[in-house]
């Protein structure tokens, strides 16, 4: 870290340590013949309800559904301060527990009992320091969205996990909203532009994106890939609306919705066809990808689009305060990759 990479030779060197660690190092697939003890999940953060609704999924499936795993224990701790996250915990431990999850009361119990460590606290500014010792462990881990509440701790995450060669993945599950796989897969040409949109909840103690804005700008990312360049923002207290523009000169926008009906969607401008994007898919698809990361060890999202995403959104806030200004991504990454090289993770 004492000599720091420019925003692309980074995240092309994380993306390659990331994704090596499927063939070698602590990373390991599963065979059919295994038994449950290498599949036991374990789950950091009772404060939202993905972490019911995820171990629900698991532990009332047959063993074909998802491959045998199940979630077996949970440490609950959330956020400390948030008032809708806290006041959720203990319901949701209760609700965990009726279906056989372990509580424990701390992360390394925790890793003493899982294989595979699922971090789900909503808050995401207690990521970063519950994380690194899932790393240590060489545990898979998959991150639910924010992954950080800061660009510089995403960054410091996916460093460590380059450093002890652990692959982890985060995604929002609206990645996989109807429509959005066979555009990013090329089926409809050349993706030339996109305008999608998501409710977008504000949280004073994130990023104003960062909390909830961020589904649907990973669905921005998710049709139009990496290569934003530029990002400006307008800004009232029901509405936002953020433009990019990707370094080939294409242009993507999200509008983030307070105020009347709220919904997830897009419209995607193909080379062939203009797509409305379907609707969201529930939790599933996510999980099915999760289950299949844990096994191979290869990231269904890479390290470079995450970071992109988190980029464009501390963007889109640098640009709010400077009153809608055109605001350049690379110095957003230069910034947050300064502060990240003095965070600690060994």
Not at 167 to 185: D, H
Not at 192 to 203: F, H, K, Q
Not at 216 to 223: A, D, K, S
Request: hydrophobic share 40%.
């Amino acid at each position: 870290m004492k000599n720091p990479l420019g925003r692309r030779d980074f995240l092309k060197t994380t993306v390659a340590g990331a994704m090596s660690v499927g063939i070698a190092g602590k990373a390991y697939p599963l065979s059919s013949k295994q038994n449950s003890v290498n599949r036991r999940v374990g789950i950091i953060g009772l404060d939202t309800s993905h972490s019911v609704a995820f171990t629900r999924a698991l532990n009332n499936a047959t063993d074909q559904s998802f491959n045998g795993y199940k979630v077996v224990a949970a440490y609950p701790r959330g956020s400390n301060d948030i008032k809708s996250s806290v006041d959720r915990i203990p319901g949701y431990t209760e609700d965990v527990k009726k279906l056989g999850v372990e509580i424990v009361n701390s992360i390394d119990e925790l890793l003493q009992k899982a294989d595979f460590i699922m971090l789900e606290t909503n808050d995401g500014r207690l990521h970063f320091e519950q994380a690194v010792p899932v790393l240590k462990a060489g545990k898979r881990m998959f991150i639910d969205k924010p992954v950080t509440a800061s660009l510089s701790d995403a960054i410091a995450i996916y460093e460590a996990a380059a450093h002890y060669k652990v692959p982890v993945f985060s995604s929002s599950s609206l990645r996989y909203i109807t429509g959005a796989k066979e555009i990013a897969e090329g089926k409809m040409g050349k993706v030339l532009g996109a305008d999608t949109y998501s409710p977008a909840t504000l949280e004073k103690t994130h990023p104003d994106l960062f909390w909830y804005g961020v589904h649907g700008v990973e669905i921005l990312f998710t049709v139009m890939g990496t290569g934003c360049s530029k990002v400006s923002r307008t800004f009232t207290p029901q509405y936002d609306q953020v433009t990019g523009v990707w370094e080939d000169q294409r242009i993507g926008t999200f509008r983030g919705i307070r105020n009347g009906k709220t919904g997830y969607g897009g419209t995607v401008f193909c080379e062939k066809e203009i797509i409305v994007l379907g609707k969201y898919s529930g939790y599933n698809p996510l999980l099915e990808k999760i289950i299949e990361f844990f096994e191979t060890g290869i990231v269904p999202v890479t390290p470079e689009e995450t970071i992109e995403i988190f980029t464009f959104m501390t963007a889109a806030e640098e640009s709010r305060f400077k009153k809608g200004a055109v605001v350049e991504t690379a110095k957003v990454f230069e910034k947050a990759k300064k502060r990240a090289s003095k965070m600690n993770y060994l």
